[in-house]
């Protein structure tokens, strides 16, 4: 009784948290949505949202993050599956996951500085003989810097996986004559397919609410539900619309997670 007790006051701050800083925010978004520009209750913001401007937003907010996350997923694969393989695999996978650690603003102004006319990049190309390009404020650029910042945690959630896969399996599969396709195929990846559900879960959620990216080093080229809510809330004051679009970013991260879930599969027994 004592035990149950203390597990119950140890839960009042977990409590408090979500109500306060998950539940509350989102009630709020709920309830702002509702308003139009005027202040008036409607339902006009919602009307809005499946017109044609705010359709095509959205698709392209998805395509954004699919393309994101799965060229995230096709180099955090393999570089993960490398680093179980080494020597040293936890100082490597830490030294992947350093650049994490600094602020996202200013690894946005490094590129800048990198992909700039007078940058880094455009350097290379005068040396190899290619000449300066137009590289910053592209589809490219803003691809490319999406996925340095998310490769660490697609990489994370899938070399975890991978180093508790136990390699008797592995050895069984050659023993039975599999070829390394087929055992990465039968075994591997089914049996690591958790950790890439996690990663493209942790990858493509907030890629698809990119912001500050979109106006760095996209230029406002890239139009996401992100850019949109910002648009709203802080430059045409249309707190409703700007409320609107969050609630089906909400739904749409609910969804995501729902689908990348991992699933326990019950044991058959018989």
């Known amino acids: 009784m004592e035990n149950k007790v203390t597990r119950n006051i140890y839960?009042?701050?977990y409590v408090l948290w979500i109500i306060l800083f998950v539940i509350a925010p989102i009630i709020l978004v709920l309830y702002y949505s509702f308003f139009?520009?005027?202040g008036n209750l409607s339902l006009i913001n919602y009307k809005k949202f499946f017109t044609p401007v705010y359709l095509k937003m959205t698709l392209s907010s998805f395509w954004y993050a699919f393309l994101i996350t799965a060229?995230?997923?096709?180099?955090?694969y393999p570089t993960a599956y490398l680093l179980t393989k080494t020597k040293h695999k936890h100082l490597w996978l830490l030294l992947i996951i350093a650049p994490s650690w600094i602020n996202l603003l200013l690894k946005a102004y490094a590129f800048l500085g990198i992909f700039g006319t007078?940058?880094?990049?455009?350097?290379?190309?005068e040396v190899i003989g290619i000449g300066t390009k137009q590289i910053l404020f592209t589809d490219?650029?803003?691809i490319f810097v999406s996925v340095y910042i998310f490769i660490p945690f697609m990489i994370l959630p899938i070399f975890n996986s991978l180093n508790e896969l136990n390699p008797t399996l592995m050895d069984a599969a050659n023993d039975l004559g599999a070829s390394r396709w087929t055992t990465f195929k039968r075994v591997i990846f089914p049996l690591t397919i958790d950790g890439v559900k996690s990663g493209c879960q942790v990858v493509f959620i907030p890629a698809l609410s990119l912001f500050m990216l979109t106006r760095l080093i996209a230029g406002n080229r890239v139009?996401?539900?992100?850019t949109s809510i910002e648009q709203h809330f802080l430059v045409t004051q249309d707190w409703g619309m700007g409320s609107?679009?969050?609630?089906?970013?909400?739904?749409?991260?609910f969804l995501i997670m729902a689908l990348t879930g991992n699933r326990k599969r019950g044991a058959k027994i018989g």
């Open 11 to 13: 839960t009042i701050p």
């Open 36 to 38: 139009d520009i005027e």
């Open 71 to 76: 060229i995230s997923l096709l180099i955090a």
């Open 118 to 125: 007078y940058g880094m990049a455009n350097s290379f190309l």
């Open 140 to 142: 490219f650029s803003f």
């Open 223 to 226: 139009i996401t539900l992100g």
């Open 244 to 253: 609107t679009i969050a609630v089906f970013l909400i739904i749409f991260m």
